[in-house]
């Protein structure tokens, strides 16, 4: 398979602990690659430098995306080759409604057919404004929304079933088939429901990537507890 993002040798250190080392990760055009990892592991901090994310430049190490270079590109210019990000925390865009934020993006599509991928209805939620009268799980929904509509090349999302109930997991597994299926996504999670339906998984503890390969196994492995960590270390750039 051709590859969409490439992670090559990034080490990333921020107040003097590490938080990437040494970190090579590639994801294909139409993989679904999991990323699963303990607290603190250093997923976000992965799915951030690989954004581009302000903060999150990598030490040492490269970062390619559909063939280019990307590693000095600021996040929009990433996002407009087709990079997306939906963050653990769901953003609030006050004074915008649904529907505004549904088609702020450039490659905007239905906003009524995105919000019922995700289990909302259209009647219900498209008027309404991005504000605290929605809860954390429907917040996390409409963003899931937004990212579809966007159409990114690869998708990164970041514990998309935080937040939302039990019975949803089914729905996420959707969007994550339909957003795999536009082109590609890098899924961070601890949920072994999601994990078990990728392609590919790696493990990250401690900033290193300590196990990768088969979902099942890596699965297995983490589980198990199986990994070593850098604490009280330095990045080897």
């Excluded at 597994?173 to 339906?197: K, M, N, P, S």
């Excluded at 699965?219 to 330095?234: F, W």
């Amino acid at each position: 398979m051709t590859a969409l993002l490439e992670l090559i040798g990034i080490s990333l250190s921020l107040g003097g602990r590490c938080l990437l080392d040494r970190i090579d990760l590639t994801v294909a055009e139409g993989e679904q690659h999991v990323l699963l990892g303990a607290n603190g592991a250093g997923k976000s901090s992965l799915a951030y430098a690989a954004m581009g994310c302000a903060g999150y430049q990598p030490d040492t190490g490269s970062i390619r995306f559909a063939g280019e270079d990307v590693t000095a590109r600021p996040l929009y210019e990433r996002a407009r080759l087709g990079l997306a990000l939906a963050w653990q925390e769901p953003a609030r865009f006050e004074g915008l409604t649904v529907a505004d934020y549904l088609e702020t993006g450039a490659r905007a599509g239905d906003a009524a057919q995105c919000l019922r991928e995700v289990g909302l209805a259209p009647d219900d939620y498209l008027a309404r404004p991005l504000d605290k009268t929605l809860s954390g799980g429907e917040r996390k929904r409409i963003e899931l929304a937004g990212v579809l509509a966007l159409r990114p090349r690869l998708a990164i999302l970041d514990e998309p079933g935080a937040g939302i109930d039990f019975l949803s997991q089914d729905e996420i597994a959707h969007v994550i088939r339909a957003l795999t299926r536009q082109g590609a996504v890098l899924l961070i999670t601890h949920q072994e429901a999601l994990a078990a339906g990728a392609d590919r998984a790696t493990q990250l503890c401690g900033g290193r990537i300590v196990c990768r390969g088969e979902p099942a196994a890596v699965i297995a492995n983490y589980k198990a507890r199986i990994c070593r960590r850098c604490d009280g270390e330095t990045c080897h750039g």
